[in-house]
């Protein structure tokens, strides 16, 4: 009854809570599943909540989540959006504050780090480089007394490496463990351990 009342109905817009395949659930993450976004093709523009991110194909637009809520919302800008019921038109507006904030830690570059940046935020620091402990400690000391509000700290922080894999910064850790699969030779379906894995990095950030 409801698919039917979407497909017949004359209205320019639509809003809802929808799963659709081909859309991001997460940075780096493209749901494979769900409904069919062709069933709103006779939509002006659509607009939805559910997915964390914001994500659109110029029709349908995935609004995102108004601030941050787990690990893998790190750096993926959050707000919220204004629609102009004449005109049909939306913007976004930034939410300009950030929960989560990971630092890579590494004795050569500890000047470019301003503790005090990470007041009231809930920090990783994942180690890549640590040849003196007492430097270490004097930083992570520094950090607890800026006045963080959560402090983890993640070593030898690494994947099992294949041949030709190259991990760039810019990459969040869903991004290079999707493209880890699909660059893996393996014989089984790659969507579904895509799907499983993601699974369970969100359980993990829930618990982190």
């Given at each position: 009854?409801?698919?039917?009342?979407?497909?017949?109905?004359?209205?320019?817009?639509?809003?809802?809570?929808?799963?659709?395949?081909?859309?991001?659930?997460?940075?780096?993450?493209?749901?494979?599943?769900?409904?069919?976004s062709s069933i709103f093709n006779s939509y002006k523009k659509v607009f939805s909540g559910h997915y964390h991110t914001r994500s659109d194909n110029d029709k349908i637009f995935y609004m995102g989540n108004p601030y941050e809520m787990f690990w893998n919302d790190v750096d993926?800008?959050?707000?919220?959006?204004?629609?102009?019921?004449?005109?049909?038109?939306?913007?976004?507006?930034?939410?300009?504050?950030?929960?989560?904030?990971?630092?890579?830690?590494?004795?050569?570059?500890?000047?470019?780090?301003?503790?005090?940046?990470?007041?009231?935020?809930?920090?990783?620091?994942?180690?890549?480089?640590?040849?003196?402990?007492?430097?270490?400690?004097?930083?992570?000391?520094?950090?607890?007394?800026?006045?963080?509000?959560?402090?983890?700290?993640?070593?030898n922080f690494q994947l099992v490496e294949i041949e030709d894999f190259n991990i760039s910064e810019s990459e969040d850790t869903l991004s290079i463990l999707s493209r880890y699969i699909e660059e893996s030779e393996v014989e089984i379906d790659k969507s579904s351990i895509k799907n499983m894995i993601f699974d369970i990095y969100q359980e993990a950030c829930d618990i982190v």
């Open positions: 009854m409801t698919y039917n009342l979407v497909k017949t109905s004359k209205c320019d817009i639509s809003m809802g809570h929808l799963e659709m395949s081909g859309f991001q659930a997460y940075r780096g993450h493209t749901m494979e599943d769900g409904m069919d993926d800008q959050r707000g919220f959006v204004i629609f102009d019921t004449e005109t049909l038109d939306h913007y976004y507006v930034n939410n300009p504050y950030s929960l989560f904030k990971i630092i890579y830690y590494s004795d050569d570059d500890l000047k470019k780090v301003n503790v005090e940046d990470y007041e009231n935020k809930i920090v990783k620091v994942i180690v890549r480089k640590k040849t003196c402990s007492n430097k270490f400690e004097k930083f992570i000391d520094k950090l607890y007394k800026s006045g963080v509000a959560e402090l983890k700290v993640v070593e």
